[in-house]
Nanobody, 124 residues
């Protein structure tokens, strides 16, 4: 069993920044990632970082977000800059099978672990 706990969400104006964090207990060599879900919309992967260090991002990130881990891989982060109103969603931390990407994270998380989520709201 992997326990994930997110923090760092909040409300910002368009163009602002937020840093999301996720505590991972224990790290078991999963591919770690962030996905989001807005009301009435499907889940969409945001970014992943695999056990071998491979990083993937969704196309909509466009260089604005950075995913990272601490050296012990017990903290996962998502630095989000240049936020837009369309980034408004509940953001979740996920631990899934190796080889997952931001493109399929929204689906494969059904067979992995996820946290309770942290809300990100971006206003005009």
């Amino acid at each position: 069993q992997v326990q994930l706990a997110e923090s760092g969400g909040g409300s910002v104006q368009s163009g602002g920044s937020l840093r999301l964090s996720c505590t991972v207990r224990p790290y078991r060599g999963h591919c770690m990632g962030w996905f989001r879900q807005a009301p009435g919309k499907e889940r969409e992967g945001v970014a992943t970082i695999d056990d071998d260090g491979t990083i993937t991002y969704a196309d909509f990130v466009q260089g604005r977000f950075t995913i990272s881990q601490d050296n012990f891989r017990t903290e996962l982060h998502l630095q989000m800059n240049s936020l837009k109103p369309e980034d408004t969603a509940m953001y979740y931390c996920a631990a899934v099978r190796r080889g997952a990407t931001a493109q399929n994270l929204g689906e494969v998380v059904d067979w992995g672990y996820r946290g309770q989520g942290t809300q990100v709201t971006v206003s005009q």
